[in-house]
């Protein structure tokens, strides 16, 4: 990703009304995708008709990934993130100033190192979170579910985010946009990312797509299966992913080698070093490891369901196609 | 006399760590000869024995098994000198007998050989010995004890050894198993050779088995000496705490103990000396009695070889010798008077009175005449053999204030009330 | 004169059981997550003896399966063969190859390897189970020192050291667990215990282990009958009792640890094997001996073959199955004894 697409009000005020109208429609289009990703209650802003900035109004109303309508009352102060997508988001939307808590998993962008941890990913620590005093709280499903009721039991407001591919990582960008007050800024970030999206599928269009294999985990041997950001990512860098299963899935050793993908990749948490593969009983014959096609993924890109995630397809784009795609 | 010594103890001092049981043992025991050991629980018999198989630590002085130094033989080596019958046999697992006497060839056997025709034979020999062939098939757990100790015995036959250790191996076997493994043991060291050391809980049984007896008592072993100097009244007195008839028994002609009390069981009350006029073991009841309830007692004139002559023995009570079937004389007269002017007490049993010992008689009356305490059991009616002198002497006696009782027990309160009035 | 013979004679058993291990092996190269026809299981194996082995078809048998299914019957060998020597030297029919806190050791050394290599994860190859085993032949000899009082090993005392381990680096373990969340799916998942890691690599690390380990106890068989009898009883019949129990010792944890240095912890082979046949051939090690590690060798490899295909293509941890189909088995075939008396 090589825009940073941060911008504020003040910056905007000063375009031309044209590009204020513009982006008011793009104002519009976002709300409507809000919309038909599952918001119940209208947006009570009119978008459209404010010719200068698209101000948000308070109080509104957003559903979750958990399926939760939260209605978030004034423009939040003192957000708190417990996932580091979130974390992403919320600096990638202008709200670096905002956020006052994130978990010990957070690395980018690198101001984060000095707000104050409030726990690890797994298990959010209630009272380092309460102690924050915060408006707003990004929060994840999955592992954080459990957690989301006690947070609620706090008074606090919150929002639970779980993108499964890259349109619910659009929708989570807006959302989060729309709950702070960052419309405008949500969907000008969206649309830098679906920009960078087309132009890496189109410089792999009508090649024929690689078989690929990506390896989360070793020990057992974890792979991304259908319905996953990760297939979702490979199958527009122009690869085929060698699993068909659904969801995230435990493989067989014997499958990978029956699979013999020309491609083998793995994030960088599972296997630190290409070389590695070949150590393991049968690997050695894999054409991926004898032609040298073992390529580590950064996590923090492919894994991510944050702003970055178009770097990450960037990555798997050169590993399927180096020759078409450069760095 | 250079009979070889099976075993060599030296001087010997054992025990486990630091800890001595035994000190200063010399003991030997040689091919063809069972030795036994007698003593007090935790004496030290079975100490020396372990320390025989190791299991004990010789902490001083020599042990040497067949003219070699105890502590250089390997286990194997050992194991080829010494078979170990064992106080109890445990079947903690189930293998066919004959397989489990086989166990007893391992220390013949090199590193890698199985048993062969020569070791089959010596397994049958055992087992035949030791009546045991019968149960060849059958897995061990399902025998009875007995059978298990004799097939104890045919294993450590099988080691083929020079020496056997027994320790007290019969005391849970019924009585005819109890003698059918003392009787081979006996007859192996007769016929084969076989030196034996045993520990032995049953005084008779040691007697009767042992060629010699060793008496181990307060960390010291006696020299061993053949059973009928080994064990005697004073040894068992001083030994175990108890007075015992030690004698020989009439049948098997070896020595016999018969325990009467035990020192522990006499009462500590001091009463004072009673004379108990007794024979033929009349008197022998009275006699236990009273020294039971702490009388110092002593008896008139015995014949040796009476029953109540051969009890005061064991009880240590004074009396005045009289030769067997002898009349009293001048002398034994004397002694008895003197006896009596000793005494607070005199008791008169029922023993029958004829002109040999109506003496016992007379000086109980006179006593009686002089005020000493008489007490007379039963009535002289025909017990007397005197020609009316015991009956006279009765009742000057009776004249002279001597009480009647009519039974031991009664003596025996009669007397508590002379002694605290 | 009547027999009692409730045990198998060994005419029958040992053929039985080697066609066995045959069976079991020839099933776990064959089977599997992806189906593979018989007439290509046989080829690749051809193949593989002849060298010519080539072709992705032929690695999935010979590089992947082939690997796999050798190392379960070493480590299946090597955890009954030693739960048979505990057995013996404890007479103590409870006594399994873990007893002496060598799991409790081999999982620390794993945890501290684990930790160590997690920026350098190319060296967990070598690294765990190389400490997985120094961890275990270390608590092994701290449980020996701490057992022995005047040159006697008594088995009470053996016991007591090696629960007390046991717990102690159990928590240590735990504590590190904790401290670095991120190592611990991955040491969860090795002490469940598995074959994934199988390789040739591996096996050469093993099985000089398992040898090494294995050749003392065959060739003491007549002695280990002679424990049975009680440590002073052996002693009588010429066996160094003491020096004896402490090579037996050395042997049973040094195939221990090798089998847990590869293959993680995998319980109830240990345990019930022997006693399994110990109930049909009976206690003589003559032949309970091998015939233990050929049935260790069996169950494990038919294990692994159920722990990789009954829900292809997750694999369940091997110590699961073992667990599951041997407890019932065991339990018919302790009824089953217990009736014929």
Redesign the interface.
């Known amino acids: 990703m090589s825009r940073n697409a941060r911008t504020t009000c003040t910056t905007r005020s000063t375009r031309s009304t044209r590009t204020a109208r513009r982006f008011a429609l793009v104002a519009a289009c976002a709300l409507a995708l809000v919309a038909l990703a599952g918001c119940t209650a209208p947006a009570e802003k009119p978008a459209a008709e404010t010719p200068k900035v698209v101000a948000a109004t308070f109080p509104v109303t957003i559903t979750d990934d958990a399926s939760r309508t939260v209605t978030i009352k004034a423009e939040p102060q003192r957000i708190v993130s417990l996932a580091p997508a979130n974390t992403e988001i919320a600096f990638a939307l202008g709200l670096g100033d905002k956020v006052v808590g994130v978990t010990t998993y957070d690395d980018y962008p690198a101001e984060v190192t000095k707000i104050t941890k409030i726990g690890d990913f797994t298990t959010p620590n209630i009272e380092a979170i309460a102690a924050a005093k915060p408006d707003l709280i990004l929060a994840t499903t999955g592992v954080q579910a459990d957690v989301l009721a006690k947070l609620e039991a706090l008074g606090a407001t919150v929002i639970a985010l779980d993108p499964q591919n890259l349109a619910g990582v659009y929708s989570a960008i807006e959302r989060t946009g729309k709950a702070t007050g960052a419309i405008s800024q949500a969907a000008a970030l969206v649309e830098g990312m679906k920009v960078d999206v087309d132009a890496i599928t189109a410089s792999v269009e009508g090649t024929e797509p690689v078989s690929a294999f990506v390896e989360i985990a070793q020990n057992p041997l974890y792979t991304a299966g259908t319905g996953t950001l990760l297939d979702e990512l490979i199958t527009l860098a122009g690869g085929t992913n060698v699993v068909t299963q659904p969801s995230w899935v435990a493989y067989s050793a014997e499958q990978v080698v029956k699979d013999n993908p020309t491609v083998y990749m793995a994030t960088k948490g599972s296997m630190s070093d290409p070389a590695q593969l070949s150590q393991r009983a049968g690997f050695k014959e894999l054409s991926a490891v004898k032609n040298g096609r073992v390529v580590i993924l950064d996590d923090n890109l492919v894994s991510r369901p944050g702003p970055r995630v178009v770097e990450g397809l960037k990555e798997i784009a050169v590993a399927l196609h180096p020759a078409l795609v450069s760095k | 006399m250079t009979t070889e010594h099976l075993i060599a103890y030296s001087g010997a001092r054992v025990g486990y760590?630091a800890t001595t049981i035994v000190s200063d043992a010399s003991l030997a025991v040689h091919a063809g000869e069972v030795v036994g050991l007698v003593g007090p629980n935790g004496a030290g018999k079975s100490t020396l024995l372990r320390a025989v198989?190791?299991?004990a630590d010789l902490l001083g002085g020599t042990l040497s098994l067949a003219g070699v130094d105890s502590g250089a033989l390997?286990?194997?080596q050992?194991?080829?000198l010494?078979?170990?019958v064992?106080q109890q046999v445990?079947a903690?697992?189930?293998?066919e007998a004959r397989?489990f006497v086989t166990?007893?060839r391992?220390?013949h056997?090199a590193?890698?050989a199985v048993p062969g025709e020569r070791d089959r034979e010596v397994v049958e020999r055992a087992m035949r010995l030791t009546d045991t062939l019968h149960l060849a098939?059958?897995?061990t757990d399902?025998l009875s004890g007995g059978d298990l100790q004799r097939l104890a015995l045919a294993?450590a036959l099988a080691?083929e050894p020079q020496l056997l250790l027994l320790d007290e191996p019969t005391s849970h076997l019924d009585l005819n198993h109890r003698l059918q493994v003392l009787d081979l043991v006996r007859e192996l060291a007769r016929d084969e050779g076989i030196g034996v050391l045993a520990v032995f809980h049953d005084l008779d049984l040691a007697a009767r088995y042992s060629d010699r007896i060793a008496v181990v008592a307060s960390g010291t072993v006696a020299p061993a000496e053949i059973p009928a100097r080994a064990i005697t009244t004073a040894t068992v007195r001083e030994v175990f705490g108890v007075r015992a008839v030690v004698g020989i028994d009439p049948v098997t002609g070896t020595v016999s103990v018969t325990p009467v009390l035990r020192d522990g069981a006499v009462a500590l009350v001091a009463r004072g000396r009673v004379l108990v006029i007794g024979g033929s073991g009349c008197g022998s009841q009275l006699m236990r009695r009273l020294v039971l309830a702490g009388w110092d007692v002593i008896s008139g004139a015995l014949n040796a070889g009476d029953a109540d002559q051969v009890l005061a023995e064991a009880l240590g009570v004074d009396y005045a010798h009289i030769p067997p079937f002898a009349p009293m004389d001048p002398e034994s007269v004397g002694r008895v008077v003197a006896l009596a002017d000793s005494s607070d007490a005199i008791v008169v049993s029922d023993v029958p009175f004829g002109h040999g010992n109506v003496d016992n008689l007379r000086i109980a009356a006179e006593r009686a005449e002089s005020g000493t305490p008489v007490v007379l059991l039963g009535e002289i009616e025909g017990r007397d053999y005197a020609e009316g002198a015991a009956a006279d002497l009765w009742a000057r006696a009776r004249a002279a204030g001597a009480q009647s009782a009519a039974d031991v027990d009664v003596v025996v309160r009669l007397l508590e009330a002379i002694a605290s009035p | 004169?009547s027999?009692?013979r409730?045990h198998v004679s060994s005419v029958v058993a040992f053929p039985v059981l080697s066609l066995g291990l045959v069976g079991a092996m020839v099933a776990g190269v064959a089977l599997g997550a992806v189906s593979v026809a018989p007439g290509e299981v046989l080829g690749a194996l051809g193949r593989a003896v002849t060298g010519t082995a080539a072709g992705l078809s032929d690695t999935l048998i010979v590089g992947v399966r082939l690997p796999r299914v050798v190392l379960a019957a070493l480590v299946g060998a090597a955890l009954a063969g030693a739960g048979a020597l505990y057995q013996a030297l404890f007479?103590n029919p409870l006594a399994d190859p873990y007893i002496l806190g060598v799991s409790s050791g081999a999982g620390l050394g794993a945890m501290i390897a684990f930790v160590a290599t997690a920026g350098a994860t190319m060296l967990r190859f070598g690294a765990v189970p190389l400490a997985a085993f120094a961890g275990a032949m270390l608590t092994m000899l701290l449980v020996v020192r701490l057992a022995s009082t005047?040159g006697r090993l008594d088995p009470t005392s053996l016991l007591l050291a090696g629960v007390a381990l046991s717990y102690t680096l159990a928590a240590v373990t735990s504590f590190l667990m904790v401290v670095s969340r991120e190592q611990m799916s991955a040491i969860v998942y090795w002490m469940m215990g598995g074959f994934a890691q199988a390789s040739w690599p591996y096996i050469a690390m093993i099985a000089p282990m398992f040898v090494l380990g294995a050749i003392l106890p065959l060739?003491s068989t007549?002695?280990l009958?002679?424990m049975?009898?009680?440590d002073?009883?052996a002693?009588?019949?010429?066996?160094?009792?003491e020096r004896f129990k402490l090579l037996m010792l050395a042997s049973a944890s040094l195939m221990t640890a090798a089998a847990v240095a590869v293959a993680g912890l995998i319980g109830f082979v240990g345990l019930m094997v022997p006693h399994m046949v110990r109930i049909v051939l009976?206690?003589?090690h003559r032949r309970l001996l091998p015939a233990s590690l050929i049935a260790g060798a069996i169950v494990l490899v038919l294990a692994d073959l159920v722990a990789r295909t009954i829900i292809a293509p997750i694999e369940i941890p091997v110590g699961i199955v073992t667990a599951v189909l041997g407890g019932p088995f065991f339990i018919w075939l302790l009824v089953r004894g217990e009736r014929r008396r």
Do not use: C, I, W, Y
């Open positions: 760590g198989t190791g299991d390997s286990a194997l050992r194991a080829r010494v078979g170990v064992p445990t903690a697992f189930s293998v397989e166990m007893g391992h220390p056997l590193r890698f098939e059958k897995p399902e294993q080691q | 004169m027999r009692t409730r007479r005047r060739l007549r002695e009958n002679l049975l009898l009680g002073e009883r002693g009588h019949l010429g066996l160094s009792v009976g206690p003589d």
